[in-house]
């Protein structure tokens, strides 16, 4: 069984930065794929970035793209998302998930997924 535990969330003022952690455990890292999705209030939780096992792919949610980046320590069995030039609409749970392809995770066929981390972006 896989765990997934998830830090660095919070209050940021749009424009600003936030680094998002997850940190898993119960698996064989390096050979999974990770993933970020986010949920906001009433709507339906979306697939935010992903990356392989090993680093190689990256896919990224058009509304993220260039803003955001996926990547991780597979030293330390964490995934990380850089989270730059914030708007207000990107407040939302932010979710770490797990599965053994990227595009099982682009696709929201996870194995797992973490707790959520609450990011919230004023205006």
């Known amino acids: 069984q896989v765990q997934l535990v998830e830090s660095g969330g919070g209050l940021v003022q749009a424009g600003g930065s936030l680094r998002l952690s997850c940190a898993a455990s119960?698996?064989?890292?390096?050979?999974?794929?990770m993933g970020w999705f986010r949920q906001a209030p009433g709507k339906e939780r979306e697939f935010v970035a992903c990356?392989?096992?090993?680093?190689?792919?990256?896919i990224y949610a058009d509304s993220v793209k260039g803003r955001f980046t996926i990547s991780r320590d597979n030293a330390k069995s964490t995934v990380y998302l850089q989270m730059n030039s914030l708007k207000p609409e990107d407040t939302a749970v932010y979710y770490c998930?797990?599965?053994?392809?990227?595009?099982?995770?682009?696709?929201?066929?996870?194995?797992?997924w973490g707790q959520g981390t609450l990011v919230t972006v004023s205006s």
């Open positions: 119960g698996r064989t890292f390096s050979i999974y794929a």
């Open positions: 990356i392989s096992g090993n680093g190689g792919i990256t």
């Open positions: 998930a797990t599965a053994r392809l990227t595009s099982t995770i682009r696709g929201g066929d996870v194995d797992a």
